[in-house]
């Protein structure tokens, strides 16, 4: 199993930034695929962006030109830098291999809030 340790979510405007951070428990890191999800109350969870080995991304139409997911192989760690927050986007936040999550296997998350 792929652990991970998030950080960065919390309270922020609409309008606001946060970023939010993924901290990889192996040291393969780099040959990992790695999504990041959400999923608000009452709503099923949602991938959101995509990062590949090689630096690819992908993001739902929702978030594109507001979001922008990134890696650092040396550090383990990703990140998902969210801009122009709109309360819509308020959930809480995994981060997780695909095959993770197509197991329904998932860590805490980290909740973000967005609101006036």
């Known amino acids: 199993q792929v652990q991970f340790v998030q950080s960065g979510g919390g309270l922020v405007l609409p309008g606001g930034s946060l970023r939010l951070s993924c901290a990889f428990s192996?040291?393969?890191?780099?040959?990992?695929?790695i999504g990041w999800y959400r999923q608000a109350p009452g709503n099923q969870r949602e991938k959101v962006a995509t990062?590949?080995?090689?630096?690819?991304?992908t993001y739902t139409d929702s978030v594109k030109n507001r979001f922008t997911v990134s890696r650092d192989n040396a550090k383990n760690t990703v990140y998902l830098q969210m801009n122009s927050l709109k309360p819509e986007d308020t959930a809480v936040y995994y981060c997780?291999?695909?095959?993770?999550?197509?197991?329904?296997?998932w860590g805490q998350g980290t909740q973000v809030t967005v609101s006036s």
């Open positions: 997780n291999t695909p095959l993770q999550a197509a197991r329904n296997d």
């Open positions: 192996r040291s393969s890191f780099s040959t990992y695929v």
């Open positions: 990062i590949t080995t090689a630096g690819s991304t």
